[in-house]
């Protein structure tokens, strides 16, 4: 098979790679999660890394394995991929496939990885099975055994273990789709109208209290990322996903003016926060052609707010959950503003962050739609073997 790799590796024609490579990616995503490696440091290192291999493909020359060390760009925990398979067997190598999912009738030559034997992780958009197909036939067809690895969590619902990410979404019922409203302006008359009942209110330190994100302290923001790093250490332990942003990503999401925060506190500290922004812009890695277009419901005149995590301590989830995600309920029950609020979920969370959030939103008396699955992305990994010659 014709190798690809010198093609690419032409320094004058890097950038210009890179970018085709990230346009590629952005405009076959076909779920709600961006494709492929999305950081530009880690997109650059893997087409210098000699480890990748390549793909001649209707839109050019794309790269299509690479090492796993390349798909932090992609939101992997790499240390803990590799402790997945590590219970499966020791491998000589370990890859993502990074191939946009452009189909296989566009995929004219692929090189596979330059080993006997190895590993490749792989993520798709549950609709989309042709991509983990296409990488078991083109093993196959370069003389290499393939047979799934489980990534999966026995502590997920029976039919629901297999590793994913999952988009949840409701609407409000009292909408006035006429309305134009920003979730700032609404978070302000929300904090406006509870200082008019309690002139306390802006001077409380204890409890559950809401936050416009560009007036955070920086003292209470660097508690937050505190907290912040260590919330999927307990959801993510059978998941290849960090799903956890860089410090510069999270502060710049959480004091953005276009975020407002719901945080409890004890003894002056954050023990449990939620947040959430209706300018998409700042969720880097949602798709924007899905969460504009039908697939996501949107009603004409909706917007949509995006509400990346409940943040705590696994001890602390259920006893301080409750307040913090109420309060920020209750300030979107305040208005009629025609917003959907959109939330993740891993396989593991989704046993009962769907059920905590139909349960505060039902405590309103206003929001009473059942938040429904939206989209789902799947993550897999597969081991292969080069058969020897008889």
């Known amino acids: 098979m014709k190798q690809m790799s010198e093609q690419v590796l032409d320094k004058p024609n890097m950038a210009e790679q890179a970018q085709l490579y990230r346009q590629v990616s952005d405009e076959m995503s076909v779920g709600y999660r961006r494709a492929g490696v999305i950081d530009a440091g880690e997109t650059a290192a893997l087409f210098v890394d000699p480890a990748t291999t390549f793909a001649d493909t209707s839109y050019g020359v794309l790269p299509a394995f690479t090492p796993i060390e390349h798909a932090v760009g992609a939101g992997y925990d790499v240390d803990r991929s590799y402790r997945l398979i590590n219970e499966a067997g020791k491998s000589e190598g370990v890859f993502y496939f990074c191939l946009p999912p452009i189909g296989e009738g ?200 995006h509400l990346p995590g409940v943040v705590a301590k696994a001890e602390n989830v259920f006893n301080y959950a409750e307040p913090v995600m109420q309060l920020a309920a209750m300030m979107i029950a305040s208005t009629n503003a025609p917003f959907m609020t959109c939330f993740e979920n891993t396989n593991r969370s989704e046993v009962y962050i769907p059920n905590l959030v139909k349960k505060y939103i039902d405590g309103t008396g206003n929001i009473v739609e059942l938040a429904t699955l939206i989209d789902r992305q799947i993550y897999r990994c597969f081991k292969f073997t080069k058969q020897l010659a008889e």
């Open 106 to 305: 566009e995929i004219f030559n692929a090189d596979v990885p330059k080993v006997n034997e190895g590993f490749i992780f792989v993520d798709h958009a549950a609709q989309d099975m042709s991509t983990s197909l296409f990488i078991t036939s083109l093993l196959k067809n370069n003389g290499f055994t393939v047979e799934e690895i489980p990534i999966e969590d026995d502590q997920a619902a029976d039919g629901n273990k297999q590793a994913s990410i999952s988009l949840y979404g409701f609407h409000n019922p009292t909408a006035d789709y006429d309305k134009q409203v920003t979730l700032r302006e609404v978070a302000t008359d929300y904090i406006d109208s509870l200082r008019n009942e309690d002139e306390e209110f802006t001077k409380k330190k204890e409890g559950a209290n809401l936050y416009k994100g560009d007036e955070l302290e920086e003292e209470l923001i660097e508690s937050l990322w505190s907290l912040y790093q260590s919330r999927f250490q307990w959801l993510g332990e059978k998941h290849p996903i960090s799903m956890e942003d860089t410090k510069e990503e999270f502060v710049g999401l959480i004091t953005s003016p276009d975020t407002v925060a719901s945080i409890y506190t004890v003894d002056g500290q954050p023990t449990c926060f939620q947040y959430f922004t209706d300018n998409l812009s700042n969720v880097y890695w949602l798709n924007e052609a899905f969460t504009a277009g039908p697939a996501m419901g949107l009603n004409a005149g909706e917007k949509l707010l």
